[in-house]
């Protein structure tokens, strides 16, 4: 087990590295420089610039300084905003944004698990059929549409929710997490019902029913421990959408996070931020999958033994 | 490739299944509005009635127009060419990659395999979103990098898929047959590899579809897909958005238009794969 974790840690290292060195460069290539879409500036004012920001240097000199810069955690200043920092601005926004993604996270595994081990319980029953069908459409209605439908119902007429913002006024922070928790509420009904009947038809079931215990002990302590290998797995992956989709969640409910300031940035051509940015994400989604598949390496009995 | 018990019991089996048929059944009209949009349409998708404005469903714009007097349903349906197109190329370029890559590995197999799957399992790992979002940033928001980026991230899974299947064939007697008689590896992948993995990757090439809709339109939602006058049904949703409060039917029907594709979409998709293969239709 313990071995696994070095050597996928030892795996994400040049992966990283590797990531770091290919969006700099890719940013390099960009057509026009960061201050070209400002008012003309003159010459002199445009060599001051470039120097203050060490542009002047050769492509490999910034490379590297951008690199030893990196490693102590230094993600260089921002080009669109003069005298903050891109790891300042990464600071105030990832707070707002993993509170989101844990409240997404929140909902979607309640309501998903919730949903999934019922439908395949009650297999073939309207129990089975009609959270299905409410899985089916929340994965065909994307969040981009489902953020402004909610906000037309709920903000703006029942006027029971406010309709942006995050932390300003009482309830503001529902929407946003229900909107960004339901499609993932959909996959995971959808793997956890597969999971449990897959489980269900085993022989350690009949077991645990032949020794006579309660079906709520055979589903909750037996069936739902492996049924759930398919969710733990998804969870990983799903750090990543998540990520995409505060890029749209935090734009409908203008939340000032992480998402948000990515986009602008990508408008911007702030591309200190994006480079900053991407490889945050990058870091922050290798380490989830790691993590995520450990947690099912460690829930499968199995490979739990083997190692 | 002639009419074998397989595909023929598919067919039925496929035929059968009502979802899957109606989702096909919308997939085929969609196509036929996409392709001949330019009649369908009552009006051209840039035409602009500046006297109208955003005026609401009538006999003269069944769906009503934008806040800048063009059509609605012109829109949607010279949104559908868009829309469409992103989804069946970009499907296209994962295919390409993605099926080559897997047979390559799997038919390889040892360190090569290893190699090329490990590569993928790397990739796996790694936000594509954000090099999309990087490579439009950098180079543009041009129609035909935006197929190739969408398609360069959603071959992994297709790799996969395919290098199973490979794998599984491989040793078969009739492939082994072919390679004592000294066919050569080109021919050994289309006439004995090709034909038979052909099933999954025909349900899997259905369900990455709408996969890539959805990312065409959170792309263009975020105004970093498709550029006006163009339009996707992605820019159509952001545009409904915004007026969303005062001219609700700008949000409404091009949303309706979406999720009813992607819902055809994936209905389709299902059936495919419950026709194909049965043994997996029982949960």
């Known amino acids: 087990m313990l071995s696994i974790f070095f050597k996928r840690i030892f795996l994400a290292i040049p992966v990283l590295f590797a990531v770091a ?5 890719l940013i390099k290539l960009a057509p026009g420089g960061p201050f070209d879409a400002d008012r003309a500036v003159s010459p002199q004012v445009l060599k001051n610039l470039n120097e203050a920001y060490n542009l002047d240097a050769s492509n490999w000199e910034q490379y590297v300084d951008y690199m030893s810069g990196l490693l102590r955690g230094d993600l260089g200043p921002s080009f669109r905003f003069p005298g903050r920092s891109v790891s300042e601005m990464i600071s105030t926004g990832l707070p707002i944004t993993f509170e989101l993604a844990f409240y997404a996270i929140l909902i979607a595994l309640f309501m998903g698990v919730f949903s999934g081990v019922l439908a395949a319980l009650k297999r073939n029953t309207f129990l089975d059929f009609i959270p299905m069908a ?10 981009f549409l489902m953020g402004p439908l909610l906000v037309l119902i709920f903000g703006i007429n029942l006027e029971i929710l406010p309709v942006s913002g995050w932390g300003q006024l009482p309830g503001d922070k529902i929407l946003p997490s229900l909107t960004l928790g339901f499609a993932y509420a959909a996959y995971i009904a959808r793997l956890s ?16 029913r ?6 709520r002990m055979v589903v909750i302590k037996h069936a739902m421990q492996g049924g759930l290998i398919p969710v733990v797995s998804f969870l990983g992956p799903a750090i990543a959408g998540l990520l995409a989709g505060s890029f749209v969640v935090e734009t409908i409910f203008q939340i000032p996070g992480l998402g948000r300031f990515y986009v602008e940035a990508a408008f911007n051509r702030d591309y200190t931020m994006i480079l900053g940015t991407t490889i945050f994400f990058s870091a922050m989604i290798v380490f989830f999958n790691l993590l995520s598949d450990l947690a099912a390496l460690w829930l499968n009995p199995r490979s739990r033994d083997a190692s | 490739m002639k009419n074998n018990s397989l595909w023929s019991d598919a067919l039925y089996r496929l035929t059968r299944n009502k979802a899957a048929m109606l989702g096909g059944l919308i997939l085929v009209l969609l196509i036929i509005a996409a392709v001949f949009a330019p009649w369908l349409a009552p009006y051209s998708y840039s035409y602009q009635d500046l006297n109208l404005g955003a005026s609401p469903p009538s006999s003269e714009h069944l769906l009503g127009t934008d806040i800048l007097g063009r059509d609605l349903l012109s829109r949607i349906l010279y949104g559908a060419r868009i829309s469409l197109l992103v989804g069946f190329v970009a499907t296209g370029v994962a295919l390409v990659i993605g099926v080559s890559w897997g047979i390559i590995a799997g038919y390889a197999g040892g360190r090569i395999d290893s190699i090329m799957m490990r590569i993928v399992d790397i990739l796996y790992g790694l936000p594509f ?15 035909w990098l935006l197929f190739g980026a969408i398609g360069a991230v959603e071959w992994l899974t297709m790799a996969r898929i395919v290098r199973g299947q490979v794998i599984g064939l491989k040793n078969q007697e009739f492939v082994l047959a072919a390679k004592a008689m000294g066919v050569s590896n ?17 349900v899997y090439a259905t369900l990455t579809i709408p996969q890539v809709m959805l990312l065409e339109g959170f792309l263009s939602f975020l105004g970093l897909g498709i550029q006006p006058p163009m339009s996707s049904w992605g820019t159509l949703i952001k545009d409904g958005v915004e007026s969303m409060e005062e001219y609700g039917w700008l949000l409404i029907y091009p949303g309706i238009t979406f999720t009813i594709t992607l819902f055809a979409l994936n209905f389709f998709g299902d059936g495919l794969r419950d026709a194909l293969d049965p043994k997996t239709s029982d949960n």
């Open chain 1, 21 to 25: 060195s290919i969006t700099f460069f």
């Open chain 1, 134 to 143: 409410i899985a089916m459409i929340g994965i065909c209605v994307p969040t």
């Open chain 1, 193 to 208: 019902r597969g999971g449990m009947l897959e489980v269900l038809n085993q022989d350690f079931i009949r077991t645990a």
């Open chain 1, 210 to 215: 032949a020794k006579g215990l309660t079906e």
């Open chain 2, 129 to 143: 979103i954000i090099f999309i979002i990087l490579l439009m940033v950098i180079f543009g928001r041009n129609l």
């Open chain 2, 186 to 202: 080109i021919s050994m992948f289309r006439r004995h590899l090709l034909p038979n993995i052909l099933g999954p990757i025909a």
